[in-house]
């Protein structure tokens, strides 16, 4: 298991989230890192801003998809992708990961369900730690 | 006098404005302003857009085969054709990753794949 602390910001309650680590699947040499993506159960897709998918030149896997986020509904459309991520460097997945413009989604990435449910993640509220499973499934 | 006979009364469809374009997605911007992008943008390139674009169209037109076949399984698809199908897309994808089909459709020059979820019933 890896420990993680939330992140703390002065008007909102804490947040699980944490630095991600990226590859391109078909060429390991086109990476990226990026320092905010938010683990949230509630989501059951990855969402990604659009310049990661660009700087990593990864290809796309399907269709046009419908996206609902920040939890009131908004909605907007995306395109999926494939990338290989980590969570410590060492153990990554190849996962969909689907991407809309920047100025939606803002300095953030939202991992969902179709990652979150590969690990056992142990969220620590009180003592502000959440943990993750070296158990890739 | 002289009839100006370019509008046709009679055509009730005369009226109607053209479809707007249907890659046209209206939003809000993460600050809550009203955004507006094109799908295109969010595509590597012309050869990508087109590539989906026609395994969208051919995969509505062989839905009701894929529907007696595949219903709720993910298909690698092109063309009219079904290359491999899981239940579990990241399953179907790590299944066929390193096959030449995938190689060359997801390297540097590739355009893409078309990996979709057959719908259990026509809508």
């Known amino acids: ?137 | 006098m002289v009839l100006d006979t370019s509008i046709n009364f009679q055509d009730p469809q005369a009226a109607i404005a053209p479809d707007p374009d249907p890659g046209l997605i209206h939003t809000v911007d993460k600050n809550g302003n009203p955004f507006t992008y094109h799908i295109r943008d969010l595509f590597p390139d012309q050869a990508s857009y087109d590539y989906i674009s026609r395994q969208q169209k051919a995969f509505d037109r062989c839905l009701p085969e894929l529907i007696q076949k595949y219903a709720g399984k993910y298909v690698l698809f092109e063309d009219g054709v079904v290359v491999d199908s899981d239940e579990d897309e990241d399953v179907l994808l790590d299944r066929v990753w390193e096959t030449d089909f995938i190689n060359e459709r997801m390297g540097a020059n590739g355009h893409g794949i078309y990996c979709h979820l057959v719908p259990s019933e026509l809508k």
């Open chain 1, 1 to 137: 298991m890896t420990d993680f602390p939330y992140t703390r910001f002065d008007n909102i309650s804490p947040i699980p989230a944490l630095s991600i680590y990226l590859q391109n699947p078909k060429n390991s040499l086109l990476s990226a890192s990026f320092d905010f993506a938010i683990l949230d159960i509630g989501s059951d897709i990855t969402i990604f801003p659009y310049s990661i998918i660009s700087k990593l030149q990864v290809r796309l896997t399907d269709a046009v998809k419908s996206v609902t986020f920040r939890g009131l509904g908004q909605k907007t459309k995306g395109m999926p992708f494939r990338v290989r991520l980590s969570f410590d460097r060492e153990h990554y997945i190849n996962t969909r990961v689907i991407a809309v413009p920047d100025d939606i989604l803002g300095n953030e990435i939202i991992i969902g369900r179709n990652i979150l449910n590969r690990y056992i993640i142990t969220f620590n509220g009180p003592k502000l730690v959440f943990s993750i499973s070296n158990v890739i499934i």
